[in-house]
């Protein structure tokens, strides 16, 4: 079964500090991984897409990996802000091409602390 | 640009009334799709369309009907409300079905 597992569920930092959210997944076969930050009563937002032959990918703070191997993601974000306080949902899409195959993880909230 | 927008942004229906759900993008994407998110578990697909006039369902269907006759709009209806449709709704566009979704701000909806 195409899964997407997310840890952890939740993640209090202090503000300045760096942090590693995980995405493991089990879709197959894989077109992409994405990495979405959904701010509270908003919509998510795009921060990546990685395809397979992509290992690391970076957007401000944020820096994605893949390892297609071991079927896990992580996203770091570095230098933490209050703004980063958030749900980052890691999707995987199957290949296919419909938004059918999209597998959504529950997402990880994080909290940054002044 | 607006992006995709959605209306309204809440809700309070009784069980057993109908209502639609409006959603709009003006990027002109093929792809189109609307979402539940309920706590504990993440969002899941009611139903999409890859283009106008082509619909499918996604993993929880049931309680809801679309349509697609524009490439701009993808309305969501509840045929007749019940408390388990009590969500947040979102609705998202995309160029292709592997491309980025661009997310509306999303319906809050509870049935009494």
């Excluded at chain 1, 202090?14 to 077109?31: A, D, I, M, R």
């Excluded at chain 2, 609307?34 to 969002?43: A, E, K, N, S, V």
């Excluded at chain 2, 619909?55 to 679309?66: H, I, K, L, M, S």
Aim: some cysteine.
């Amino acid at each position: 079964k195409n899964q997407v597992e997310q840890s952890p569920q939740s993640l209090i930092i202090l503000e300045g500090k760096n942090c590693t959210l995980q995405c493991n997944y089990t879709v197959s076969p894989f077109s992409n991984l994405r990495w979405y930050k959904q701010d509270t009563g908003r919509g998510p937002v795009s921060l990546t897409i990685m395809t397979f032959s992509e290992n690391t990918k970076s957007n401000g703070r944020y820096t994605a990996t893949l390892d297609a191997d071991t079927k896990q993601s992580s996203l770091h974000i570095t230098a933490s802000q209050l703004s980063d306080s958030a749900s980052y949902i890691c999707v995987v899409s199957a290949r296919g091409g419909s938004q059918g195959n999209l597998i959504f993880g529950k997402g990880t909230k994080l909290s940054v602390k002044p | 640009n607006a992006g995709v927008t959605q209306t309204p942004k809440f809700q309070v229906l009784k069980t057993g009334q109908s209502m639609t759900l409006q959603c709009a993008q003006d990027m002109n994407h093929e792809y189109m799709s609307w979402y539940r998110q309920d706590p504990g578990m993440g969002l899941r697909l009611i139903h999409y369309s890859v283009g106008a006039g082509i619909t499918d369902q996604g993993e929880v269907p049931n309680g809801y009907n679309v349509s697609r006759s524009t490439t701009e709009d993808f309305p969501l209806r509840l045929l007749s409300a019940a408390p388990s449709q009590t969500s947040v709704y979102f609705c998202a566009s995309s160029r292709g079905g592997a491309g980025e979704q661009y997310f509306g701000p999303g319906t809050r909806l509870t049935v009494t």
